[in-house]
């Protein structure tokens, strides 16, 4: 499975993006799929996830509320829509899939896109 993020950008404080995530080489079903960021100098973090079925999703304390999830099996993608951006946002975001169930946890996944990268001027 290749995963391609894309859809990140400069956007003002406030603003919102839309990111997206395609498969390509495989069906990622029945995968949950994860959206996670990093910014300069830290870790990367988990940001949002959604089972298979897109029945089930999970978010950051940070951006609940702000951050939608969603999956189009038929398109094979997942998107990331995010609203209210803010300067503390900036980062480059990374999709992945994962075999087993929704999870925050990293190492679960199993194939990561290469990133993109959100950019929020204050």
């Known amino acids: 499975v290749q995963l391609q993020a894309s859809g990140g950008g400069l956007v003002q404080a406030g603003g919102s993006l839309s990111l997206s995530c395609t498969a390509s080489g495989r069906s990622f079903s029945p995968y949950a799929m994860g959206w996670f960021r990093q910014a300069p100098g830290k870790e990367r973090e988990f940001v949002s996830a959604?089972?298979?079925?897109?029945?089930?999703?999970i978010y950051a304390d940070s951006v609940k509320g702000r951050f939608t999830i969603s999956r189009d099996h038929a398109k094979n993608m997942v998107y990331l829509q995010m609203n209210s951006l803010k300067p503390e946002d900036t980062a480059v975001y990374y999709c992945?899939?994962?075999?087993?169930?929704?999870?925050?946890?990293?190492?679960?996944?199993?194939?990561w896109g290469q990133g993109t990268q959100v950019t929020v001027s204050s």
């Open positions: 992945a899939a994962n075999p087993y169930s929704l999870t925050n946890y990293p190492k679960s996944y199993h194939y």
């Open positions: 959604i089972t298979w079925s897109g029945g089930s999703t």
